[in-house]
């Protein structure tokens, strides 16, 4: 299993940290280089408890679909999303917010496997570990960005 942890500190409250890292649009902004739409379930809007989001984007040169499910929120504290469907073997992204003197701390714990053996190992070294940390930080700057500037 892989294991992705970033800490991206926001000068903003929590709750609006916590509203935009569950809105759709704004994910679909930050991830505008790989054309990822959300194609089914909540397409719009904030995501909550329970629901699901269908992500189409093109990684690698090819377009995959992703579908996650909110498994776990506590309000403007933390929320899980889990792969329902995808090219993972497993794959789960825990947010967790932390709010100090009006500042937030976002703390994101990815964790995923890759299928097919020893070469989704292979590809995950070589590759996969470095598109995704870069994929979360940019969407992570996005969120600081908008975060700051409300």
């Not at 992500?55 to 792969?83: A, C, N, P, R």
């Not at 090219?87 to 995923?112: A, C, P, Q, R, W």
């Not at 070589?126 to 930080?137: A, R």
């Amino acid at each position: 299993m892989t294991t992705i942890n970033l800490i991206t500190k926001i000068n903003a409250p929590k709750k609006i940290v916590f509203d935009l890292s569950r809105n759709i649009d704004v994910h679909q902004n930050s991830a505008s280089k790989t054309n990822e739409k959300a194609i089914a379930g909540i397409t719009f809007g904030l995501i909550n408890l329970n629901e699901t989001v269908t992500w189409k984007g093109k990684h690698f040169g090819i377009y995959l679909t992703h579908t996650s499910k909110i498994t776990e929120m506590e309000l403007y504290d933390y929320f899980v999303d889990q792969m329902a469907s995808g090219n993972f073997k497993s794959f789960k992204h825990e947010h967790s917010f932390i709010e100090k003197n009006g500042k937030t701390v976002m703390i994101d714990n990815l964790m995923y496997e890759t299928p097919y053996g020893i070469f989704g190992k292979l590809f995950d070294n070589l590759v996969l570990k470095k598109h995704m940390t870069n994929f979360l930080k940019t969407r992570n700057e996005v969120l600081k960005n908008l975060a700051e500037n409300q």
